[in-house]
């Protein structure tokens, strides 16, 4: 009913810069939180950043200052500068999506985009 669709994802070099977007579609009332996940290999999966519909920011202490998130009503993104080879990783995009009625709010994950930083 839901989907969340990354793009954006790739290979660059230490230094450089991506940046990656996520559309939510479907039965969507409304959103509230999204953000922004990964997993590196070998790794449990780890929060990189947040912003809440009001606009509020939440980011890693490993992302500050590299990395911003913002919203474009169902559409977050994420630009990623100075990126390093410990970035590399599979970034998910989740959104805290209500679809009405009695159904409550539910997070929905994407299936993700591989970011690959070469040394």
């Known amino acids: 009913q839901v989907q969340l669709s990354e793009s954006g994802g790739g290979l660059v070099q230490a230094g450089g810069s991506l940046r990656l977007s996520c559309v939510a579609s479907?039965?969507?009332?409304?959103?509230?939180?999204m953000g922004w996940y990964r997993q590196a290999p070998g790794k449990q999966r780890e929060l990189v950043t947040t912003?809440?519909?009001?606009?509020m920011t939440r980011y890693a202490d490993s992302v500050k200052g590299r990395f911003t998130i913002s919203r474009d009503k169902n559409t977050v993104y994420l630009q990623m500068n100075n990126l390093k080879p410990e970035d590399t990783a599979v970034y998910y995009c989740t959104a805290e999506v209500y679809i009405g009625g009695t159904s409550g709010v539910r997070d929905y994950w994407g299936k993700g985009t591989l970011v690959t930083v070469s040394s």
């Open positions: 479907g039965s969507i009332f409304s959103i509230n939180a």
């Open positions: 912003i809440a519909t009001g606009g």
